[in-house]
């Protein structure tokens, strides 16, 4: 076991590495997921973030992370949303992986390497967008989560007292919560189950025991675990839907074959090794132009796999003489497996934070090939010389996250390529008024990449708010298309076409969308508009009358139902509908307000008094 002097030089020296993310503010993701989700605003919301889909209603996506989101909810709680008080929680997180790192490390790694491992891990530039950035909790959770159950489990595996004491079940409550923990931050956690095997074949090897006997002493554990990670799956079923690969796929992964994807992330292997290895070049993201995926074989795709086959002849080539190299490179494929995409597809191709977890298994690899060099007076100096331009690397990478507009500066400067880069300076450029500039950024993003239905919905919006409708609704028609689970762009090219004045295609477009989704009041409201401009009046009453129906309590949705029935001679049922609106309306609203003449006037007699 480590001394308690070597986890404090660790731990110093992962905290002056990472420190300086206290700075940081709420950037990119962090907005959409902190900021601006009102259901992290307070605890009363819990069981929605404990239910629901880790982005908020309005994007649609396939990630649940309940106890991702229920941390941030409490750290807006402590802090009152200031963003200190979350990246001070990925700092502690950060430091409580560290440690355990040089735990798992000391297991595996005899004398001084697994501090090594451990130091490694603590300033390893890669990590700095899991820990720099508030949403890469996500990955610190897993990661704090999967350790103290992998640690927990080989300690009760080592336990063969029988019948097991009080140090048993507490260790049986480590595997469980840490599993727990680990499943509910992140999705890649789901590779526990076949980690605790590996490490249960590990550990019988070691210690000369036939691998039957501790899995069968382990079974009930290893059950545990595996019902643990069903009833996630069943709890994520439940909130985002049943397939696993629910949601958008990553450019370049859409509609491709369990082949074609593996063709696509082979080249990915070369982007891996170099983060681990040679971290010079980093970048917030990876998206097309920047990292091009292609379902073809060619020189790329053959270097992927080569790489690949080194790890794999490395891993088994080195179980005998450095078997930390082996438990090191077999911790980091299986991790990623997830990440690989080639199972099934993810909404992510690359991105430095998905190394988090699976560069615990580097790090013990890394101890294990510094145990191999050679000892001498040079040793110390070169190791601490490399471990100083890491720490550096990482030191200078921290900033990337202070702001958005440094965060755009670094997209520019690491991803000039990028659709996402092309994306942010339109962006930024419709911020200043600069709108030619801003659109042909965006339709270069587009050009780029298509398929991001958000993106082609942004562009429709800066659209909508200079006037220009029909532009407008095509691009919010051509987002809905991309992805029809997008009610608010439908919405959007209803209202877009009923301005530029051609109703029949906001008809057709609302028609189309409340066939997927019948109850989406706005979209009711504004197809209903479109069918009394179409002059079927017939048709608006009808989805006035749902939209009333859905929330009877809601005195506008009262008022457009009393209108369209007056609209269609119903006077009765808009008289009635018309005075409930008054009744449930504010008292600032007034009748007035409720029983005005809408264009053209409703028929009836209504707003005058007469009947």
């Not at 940081?24 to 629901?52: A, C, K, M, Y």
């Not at 490390?105 to 890669?126: D, K, M, T």
């Not at 994306?423 to 200043?432: D, N, Q, T």
């Amino acid at each position: 076991m480590p001394s308690g002097r070597a986890y404090a030089a660790v731990l110093g020296v992962a905290l002056a590495a990472s420190v300086g993310s206290l700075a940081n503010g709420f950037v990119f993701d962090d907005v959409r997921i902190v900021r601006q989700d009102v259901r992290v605003h307070s605890l009363g919301r819990l069981p929605e973030l404990l239910t629901g889909p880790y982005w908020s209603d309005d994007y649609a996506n396939s990630a649940y992370r309940p106890g991702t989101s229920a941390s941030f909810a409490v750290d807006w709680a402590i802090g009152a949303g200031r963003p200190v008080v979350f990246h001070a929680t990925n700092v502690a997180l950060h430091l409580a992986v560290v440690a355990l790192v040089l735990a798992l490390s000391s297991l595996v790694l005899s004398g001084p390497g697994a501090v090594v491992a451990a130091l490694w891990f603590a300033v390893q530039p890669v990590h700095v967008e899991a820990v720099a950035n508030v949403v890469g909790r996500a990955e610190l959770l897993a990661a704090a989560g999967y350790l103290v159950a992998v640690l927990a489990y080989l300690r009760f595996g080592d336990d063969e007292r029988r019948p097991r004491g009080a140090r048993s079940g507490a260790l049986v409550l480590a595997v469980l919560a840490g599993a727990a923990v680990a499943f509910g931050a992140k999705e890649h956690a789901l590779t526990l189950p076949a980690v605790l095997v590996l490490a249960d074949a590990w550990r019988a090897h070691s210690r000369g025991e036939p691998l039957r006997w501790r899995l069968r002493r382990n079974a009930l554990l290893l059950g545990g675990v595996l019902a643990l990670a069903l009833g996630y799956l069943a709890a994520r079923a439940h909130a985002v839907g049943g397939s696993f690969a629910t949601g958008v796929a990553a450019p370049g992964l859409e509609g491709a074959s369990m082949w074609g994807r593996t063709l696509v992330m082979a080249p990915a292997v070369l982007v891996w090794l170099e983060w681990l290895i040679f971290p010079l070049h980093l970048s917030a993201d990876y998206l097309p132009n920047e990292f091009v995926p292609r379902a073809e074989l060619g020189l790329a795709q053959v270097a992927g796999f080569l790489a690949m086959a080194a790890l794999l002849w490395s891993a088994v080539a080195a179980r005998k003489r450095a078997p930390g190299i082996t438990v090191g490179i077999a911790w980091m494929l299986v991790t990623a497996a997830v990440a690989a995409n080639v199972v099934f597809p993810t909404g992510v191709i690359l991105g430095e934070r998905l190394a988090y977890l699976p560069s615990v298994g580097a790090a013990v690899a890394i101890g294990a090939l510094w145990q191999l060099l050679p000892p001498g007076r040079l040793r110390w100096p070169v190791t601490a010389g490399v471990l100083a331009v890491l720490a550096a690397r990482t030191l200078e990478r921290i900033p990337v996250w202070h702001d958005e507009q440094r965060f755009l500066a670094a997209l520019v400067r690491d991803a000039p390529d990028s659709y996402r880069t092309h994306w942010g300076l339109g962006a930024e450029a419709f911020k200043r008024g600069a709108f030619a500039e801003g659109e042909r950024e965006m339709q270069t993003a587009i050009r780029i990449d298509p398929a991001d239905a958000q993106l082609v919905q942004e562009l429709g919006e800066r659209y909508l708010e200079a006037g220009l409708f029909a532009p407008a609704a095509r691009y919010f028609g051509a987002s809905y298309r991309l992805d029809s689970t997008r009610s608010e762009a439908a919405v959007r090219a209803a209202f877009a076409w009923l301005k530029a004045g051609r109703p029949d295609s906001a008809a057709a477009i609302g028609g189309a969308a409340l066939q997927r989704t019948p109850d989406a009041p706005a979209l009711l409201i504004t197809t209903g508009e479109a069918y009394l401009d179409l002059g079927r009046p017939r048709d608006a009453l009808a989805l006035a009358r749902r939209l009333a129906w859905l929330a009877p309590g809601v005195w506008w949705y009262q008022q457009t139902a009393g209108y369209a029935a007056a609209r269609n001679g119903r006077c009765d049922e808009a008289r009635s509908r018309l005075e409930r609106a008054v009744r449930l309306a504010p008292a600032e609203a007034g009748p007035a307000q409720m029983l005005r003449r809408l264009d053209g006037g409703p028929t009836c007699g209504l707003g005058t008094g007469r009947s």
